[in-house]
C-alpha cells in the first residue's frame, strides 16, 4: 500500500457522480432508513474507508459515533483533511447531494450540514486484518454496524485468509449486529481482478456468493436467513464501469445472544 496514491485515486475514480457511488449510497440509505429508528444511537465502523469520507451520509441521523478505519498513512492523512475542514480538502459534496438532496428530498441547504455532522460524529483510526486485533487500541468496538468496501478482497489473495479475515472483522460486531459489505464476485472461486490506480496494478479477489454463505455461516456464526446478497443495479446513465460488473452488496445480522 506504499505506492497506493489517494489523490489519484479519487481523481480517477470519485471525479463525477456515477454508477459506483450510486450503487452503494442507495443501498446504505435504504438500509438505514429500514433497520433502525431515527437517533438509534448506533456506534458505526466503516473497515478500510481509504481516502473517502462520504459513505457515511446515511448514517447521521441514526449514529451517535463514526469510526473511519484505514490502513494507509497517506489515505489516512486525505481522509483527515476532509474531517478537519481543511483548504486542501478534496470535494465529495456531490454524494452528499446525492444522499441528501436526491434520496432524502431535503433542500439544498443541508447537504453542507450534513457534511459537518459526519465530522462532528467521527473519528479515524488505524487498521491491519493481519494484525490480531485488527483495529487500532481503544476502537474494538462492539459496532452495531460495520461497513467494508472493497477493502478485505484487496488485501487477500486466497479465500481461505479472506474467511479469516472476514471472521475477525465480525468478531467487532455486537449480537444482534449488522455487517454491510460490498466485495468483487466471480464465477470461479479465488479468481483475481485488476484494478488500475494511476497506471500502478492492484489485485482483487474474487468471492463467490456461495463462499459468503458459507463464511458468514460457518466461521462468523450468522445464520442464513439474515444473509441478503443484493445484485448490482444499473442506477445512472452512464455506461456501467467495467470493475463494476461483478461487485455485489451484503448485508447479514450477526446473531443476537437470545439465541
Known amino acids: 500500500m506504499k ?7 479519487i481523481k480517477e475514480y470519485y471525479g463525477k457522480l456515477d454508477c459506483w457511488h450510486r450503487n452503494p449510497l442507495k443501498n446504505l440509505h435504504d438500509f438505514y432508513t ?4 431515527l437517533g438509534a444511537n448506533l456506534k458505526v465502523l466503516n473497515y478500510g474507508c481509504g481516502p473517502i469520507v462520504a459513505f457515511e451520509a446515511s448514517a447521521v441521523p441514526y449514529a451517535q459515533e463514526i469510526v473511519l478505519a484505514e490502513y494507509a498513512e497517506q489515505n489516512r492523512a486525505v481522509a483527515k483533511l476532509w474531517l478537519d475542514k481543511d483548504p486542501s480538502r478534496p470535494d465529495f459534496s456531490a ?5 441528501v438532496e436526491e434520496l432524502e428530498g431535503q433542500g439544498a441547504g443541508e447537504v ?3 457534511q459537518d455532522a459526519v465530522r462532528r460524529l467521527s473519528t479515524i483510526c488505524s487498521c491491519d486484518i493481519y494484525q490480531d486485533p485488527l483495529i487500532e487500541k481503544g476502537y474494538e468496538g462492539p459496532y452495531d454496524v460495520i461497513y467494508t468496501a472493497s477493502c478485505i478482497e ?6 481461505e485468509v479472506f474467511g479469516a479475515a472476514l471472521s475477525k472483522l465480525c468478531d467487532l460486531l455486537k449480537p444482534g449486529g449488522w455487517l454491510v459489505m460490498s466485495v468483487c464476485t466471480g464465477t470461479e472461486a479465488g479468481t483475481l481482478n485488476m484494478n488500475y490506480v494511476d497506471s500502478i ?3 482483487e479477489l474474487k468471492v463467490r456468493e456461495t463462499d459468503i454463505y458459507e463464511i458468514l455461516q460457518q466461521r462468523c456464526g450468522f445464520v442464513r436467513e439474515s ?7 444499473h442506477l445512472s446513465p452512464e ?6 460488473e461483478c461487485t455485489m452488496y451484503v448485508i447479514a445480522q450477526k446473531k443476537s445472544s437470545a439465541i
Open 3 to 9: 505506492k497506493f496514491e489517494p489523490w489519484a485515486y
Open 34 to 37: 429500514s433497520h433502525f429508528q
Open 95 to 99: 454524494l452528499y447531494r446525492y444522499v
Open 112 to 114: 453542507e450540514e450534513r
Open 154 to 159: 484487496d488485501a487477500c489473495y486466497t479465500i
Open 201 to 203: 496494478r492492484y489485485v
Open 227 to 233: 444473509i441478503t446478497i443484493l445484485p448490482l443495479v
Open 239 to 244: 455506461p456501467l464501469p467495467d470493475n463494476l
